[in-house]
Nanobody, 124 residues
Framework: QVQLVESGGGLVQAEGSLRLSCAAS????????MGWFRQAPGTARVFVAA????????DYADSVKGRFTISRDNAKNTVYLQMNSLKPEDTAVYYC?????????????????WGQGTQVTVSS
């Protein structure tokens, strides 16, 4: 069982930066691949980024490549999403999630556990 709590969202101007954190409970955190998804109003939840259990592999949606960086600290049971050069179209609720394997980490259904989400709003 893994419980996830996101934080760090807020209101930021375009071209600004935010760092999201996702704190996990449970001693098995380091066994999970971790991902970030986002959902804008009236749209489906979509993949943003993922990181393998060791941190050795990462994957990003094309829309955030070069602007967002995912990282994790297994000693702190925390995964991060550093978001730079933010755009108004990045506005969404951001969710972190835990997947038991690295397979298909871009797919919603690959994840077993989800946080409650944190709102990110980027003004133009």
């Amino acid at each position: 069982q893994v419980q996830l709590v996101e934080s760090g969202g807020g209101l930021v101007q375009a071209e600004g930066s935010l760092r999201l954190s996702c704190a996990a409970s449970g001693r098995t955190f380091s066994r999970y691949a971790m991902g970030w998804f986002r959902q804008a109003p009236g749209t489906a939840r979509v993949f943003v980024a993922a990181i393998s259990w060791s941190g050795g592999s990462t994957d990003y949606a094309d829309s955030v490549k070069g602007r967002f960086t995912i990282s994790r600290d297994n000693a702190k049971n925390t995964v991060y999403l550093q978001m730079n050069s933010l755009k108004p179209e990045d506005t969404a609720v951001y969710y972190c999630a835990a997947a038991p394997t690295w397979l298909r980490v871009g797919v919603l259904g690959s994840y077993d556990y989800w946080g409650q989400g944190t709102q990110v709003t980027v003004s133009s």
